[in-house]
């Protein structure tokens, strides 16, 4: 908590704070590795442009006579395709850093909004209580016992599949969980004498809820969001795999899997799923052991920190 | 009429099929009688009634119960597969009365397995076959080819239509009235007569809805619990149980005598038709010898180049009638009705890639790029190219010329959307990518394959406010060989009220007239000219932009013995080949 640094000198707490949290972090290898791979996944992301100048090859580009055979099948890991081509011919590494910038995007934009979803329906219920608590906690209930797969698919049907219908169902069905959590948080920081003092201090509602509670938050916030993305990227895969997210020959890594499955491909060409379903699956968890680690080190109070501070001290 | 308006009826719709090549020892051994010969499906055999429409799988399991007055043999000689011959009927008769009337005679011997013991099939029962075809409840599909030919078939319907749709007054009315073109001058000959000459007509008769129905089945409902439970069945196996969903065996018919039937040796004992298989699971039960044949699955691209790989000698390729093609929509007005204009349509037709979709298929094994509107084997196909380019790689310079002089100078957006099953996706992006490079820019849309036909397509209101400017579709004729008919009639031919298939109601009187007279001709060699010319004077409008014939890989375990392709199913015959366990 960083509570107790606003009651203090807030300046040079915080900044020893966050030295803390540096520390703590840097001492996490494990989420130091996550957080390099999330930074070089990033920059492949970015210099996907790069990729395919440096190959030569477009992400759309059908290479019929080097990158199949002629009877159709892909070419496998060379000097050409340096990871191999797609059942259509593409190039896997082109399409694999264009699919990079779908899932990251779509990962990143889903977990911002929906926290910012999750998070402004959470103070409100959580601050106001009574009927606002009563008439939102219930719809989070309900968002959350609705059926998630079989409801994207539904929407995907009669919508049509299309980036920011993808984007839409995502945060829909992810914004309850950080709702809750700062649902709880703010209903035991509302009852604080800092916000008390705030109230009889004159201040309304919507500045105790942004000026006074919402900081105490960010570490809830920081972490569900963190967490979030990788949720995202892999509902996104699920979509685009079911045919239902991104639209082809737009790259997606769910899309490259499920094109790999159809027709049995993936039995004379097992790069279309090992490459990029070991992306994913190295994403995500880069992306989860970032969220632990960050959830360590600017949580002092939690388990994981308190032994290993305890195991530096001696 | 057999459109691939459901997922199923796509999976294996084959007709006129050829061994390209015929493998395995099936020569040198001796045939046995006995077994169970097991056969892996996803879907099950969705109708066990002759009359309401059917999945083209299920033709291989009307081939196993039912017998109709004509048929094919199953063969591995390409001639043969498609040459009608007599099934019931004692022969194919030639026609009498200037082609307007046939008259068969029909097989002593042939029973019905009734439950009060075997009994004779008479031309009664063939007329109620007919009579049965537009009973109010569920109709056949295939009811307009003999509406219109036979004489007094429409007047009878007409009638049928008003009663009520339930057995009891059903039953009434097959009973009380008659067709006047059908005529049984005794219990063993029939009649048929006429409004035109119809050189097809025996094909016609090929049909499981032209089969003839005891009368016992108008006691049911078409195709109802109670039809099932009390199967009639006339072919060499009748049903012993079914589990929907699952399991459908069949074991022999005790009625159904080997010297009566020349098309049908009938060597297994049991058949079982097992549902719920994935395509891979069932390719590795077929290479473990778990699995016999395979009921709908067509053998993904993938195995099937392992299997050439590895020299399987149980691989075999057959042609079928399956033609792919992209409709162009031409009654929408978007981008101000170009595809109203003919230029526009041959500059698609020029730019089209089509060596590109034969290499996505799998290579020439698979698939032969096309450009007329018939395949090869069925009558009326013949070389030609309207819109030729080197390699029929696309002349992506012709096209460009074309919508310039059309008035597109700087390309056209359109709209395709595509079902999103099997190869579908990838060729949709072959098709994109192709046109692509003549100045289309096609924006392409997946659409789940069950709402794609139904839906999408058919829905005759979607071409008209352009919810789809281009869509990859695909047809297989209702029958084997004289079947050009069966695939203009009812896609390239118009007549004032909107046809399901023909997606745009495209119309060429010239193309129609010649079309009468191909059907209408006695002599072989006028009809092929004829349909040749039909095929040419569609083109030339390119309402469609054919794009390959599909050539089918057969597979079949290593016990299978005597795999002959039965040109109608598409698939290797149940009820001829044997196994050797």
């Known amino acids: 908590m960083t509570a107790p640094a606003t009651d203090t000198a807030p300046a040079v707490v915080q900044r020893g704070s966050f030295e803390l949290t540096l520390r703590r972090l840097l001492r996490d290898k494990a989420g130091l590795l996550a957080l390099a791979f ?225 027709n049995s491909i993936y039995l004379v060409a097992w790069w279309l799923i090992m490459i990029p379903g070991a992306i994913l699956l190295i994403a995500t968890l880069s992306f989860n052991i970032l969220g632990d680690a960050l959830r360590d080190a600017l949580d002092p109070s939690g388990r994981p920190a308190r032994k290993r501070r305890k195991a530096s001290k001696p | ?252 018919n005790p009625a159904w005598k080997p010297e009566t039937d020349p098309l049908r040796k009938a060597y297994v004992d049991a058949i079982e038709i097992v549902a719920g298989v994935q395509a891979d699971a069932a390719m590795q039960q077929l290479q473990s010898g778990d699995g016999d044949m395979l009921y709908d699955h067509s053998i993904p691209p993938a195995s099937a180049q392992m299997l050439i790989a590895q020299g399987d000698e149980k691989m075999s390729t057959v042609t079928t009638g399956r033609t792919r093609f992209v409709w162009i929509n031409t009654v929408s007005s978007n981008n101000g009705g170009a595809l109203k204009n003919v230029k526009v349509r041959q500059a698609l037709s020029y730019a089209m890639d089509k060596a590109a979709i034969v290499q996505q298929l799998g290579g020439p094994t698979f698939a032969k790029p096309l450009n007329g509107i018939f395949p090869p084997n069925v009558i009326g196909y013949h070389e030609f190219d309207l819109y030729p380019s080197k390699d029929a790689k696309g002349d992506a310079e012709k096209a460009k010329a074309l919508l310039a002089e059309a008035g597109y100078p700087n390309g056209l957006k359109l709209k395709m959307p595509y079902r999103n099953i099997g190869s579908d996706p990838a060729l949709a992006q072959t098709i994109q990518e192709s046109l692509k490079k003549a100045g289309f820019e096609i924006e392409i849309s997946p659409v789940p394959p069950a709402d794609f036909y139904p839906r999408l397509i058919t829905n005759f209101s979607n071409a008209q406010n352009g919810v789809w400017d281009l869509v990859p579709a695909g047809w297989s004729p209702d029958w084997p060989g004289g079947a050009a008919g069966s695939i203009f009639l009812p896609q390239y031919s118009y007549n004032g009220t909107h046809g399901t298939f023909n997606f745009s109601d495209y119309n060429s009187d010239r193309a129609n007239e010649l079309a009468a007279k191909a059907s209408a001709t006695t002599d072989a060699e006028e009809s092929v000219k004829l349909w040749q010319q039909v095929d040419e004077a569609v083109m030339a409008d390119a309402p469609t932009v054919p794009l390959v014939a599909v050539y089918t890989m057969l597979y079949h375990g290593p016990a299978v013995r005597n795999f002959l392709p039965y040109a109608p199913g598409g698939q290797g015959d149940w009820t001829n080949v044997w196994l050797s366990r």
């Not at chain 1, 942004?210 to 900081?215: A, G, N, T, V």
């Not at chain 2, 051994?29 to 006995?34: D, F, R, T, V």
């Open chain 2, 1 to 252: 009429m057999r459109s691939n308006s459901t997922a199923a009826l796509m999976a294996l719709a084959l007709s006129s099929a050829t061994a390209i090549f015929q493998a395995g020892p099936a020569f040198a051994e001796e045939p046995q009688k006995g077994g169970t010969l097991r056969i892996l499906g996803s879907a099950e055999v969705d109708r066990f009634d002759t009359i309401p429409p059917a999945t083209s799988d299920a033709v291989n399991f009307q081939r196993a119960v039912w017998r109709q007055l004509i048929s094919f043999a199953a063969s591995a000689d390409q001639a043969e597969q498609v040459k009608a011959v007599g099934d019931l009927a004692e022969d194919v008769p030639a026609p009498t009365n200037n082609g307007l009337t046939y008259t068969f005679k029909l097989r002593q011997g042939a029973m019905w397995n009734a439950p009060g013991g075997a009994r004779q099939i008479t031309a009664e029962d063939i007329e109620r076959g007919f009579k049965r075809m537009c009973n109010p409840a569920i109709g056949s599909p295939h009811l307009t080819y003999f509406e219109n030919l036979i004489v007094g078939l429409a007047d009878y319907c007409a009638g049928f239509a008003k009663v009520e749709p339930k057995v009891e007054p059903m039953k009434a009315y097959i009973e009380a009235n008659d067709i006047t073109g059908i005529e049984t001058p005794s219990a063993d000959v029939v009649t048929f007569n006429l409004k035109t000459p119809a050189n097809d007509f025996i094909y016609l008769l090929s049909l499981a809805t032209a089969a003839p129905a005891p009368v016992e089945v108008l006691n049911y409902m078409p195709d109802s619990p109670e039809y099932r439970a009390n199967f009639i069945s006339n072919g060499p196996y009748t049903i012993e149980s079914y589990v929907p969903d699952s399991m459908l065996r069949l074991v022999r």
């Open chain 1, 38 to 262: 999330i930074l070089l996944l990033v920059a492949f992301a970015l210099g996907a442009g790069v990729v395919e100048a440096w190959t030569g090859h477009s992400a759309f580009e059908q290479y019929r006579d080097t990158g199949l055979t002629p009877t159709g099948m892909p070419v496998g890991p060379g000097a050409e395709f340096l990871f191999g081509t797609d059942g259509l011919g593409r190039d896997v590494m082109v399409r694999l850093a264009y699919g990079a910038r779908t899932s990251l995007t779509i990962g990143l934009l889903a977990s911002v909004l929906a926290s910012f979803i999750g998070v402004s329906i959470g103070l409100v219920a959580g601050y106001f209580g009574g009927w606002a608590d009563i008439v939102l906690g219930r719809t989070m209930d309900l968002v959350m016992s609705i059926p998630v797969l079989l409801c994207a698919l539904a929407l995907v049907s009669v919508f049509g599949p299309s980036v920011i219908l993808s984007v839409a169902v995502i945060v829909f069905f992810s914004w309850t969980t950080i709702g809750r959590v700062i649902r709880g948080q703010v209903i035991s920081l509302r009852q604080r004498d800092f916000v008390q003092a705030s109230r009889s201090l004159g201040a309304g509602p919507f500045s105790i809820m942004i000026i006074d509670i919402l900081p105490n938050l960010s570490v809830p916030i920081i972490v569900y969001t963190t967490m979030m993305i990788p949720n995202g990227i892999v509902f996104e895969a699920t979509l685009s795999f079911l045919g239902l997210g991104i639209v082809p020959p737009a790259p997606s890594w769910g899309g490259m899997l499920a094109e790999a499955a159809s």
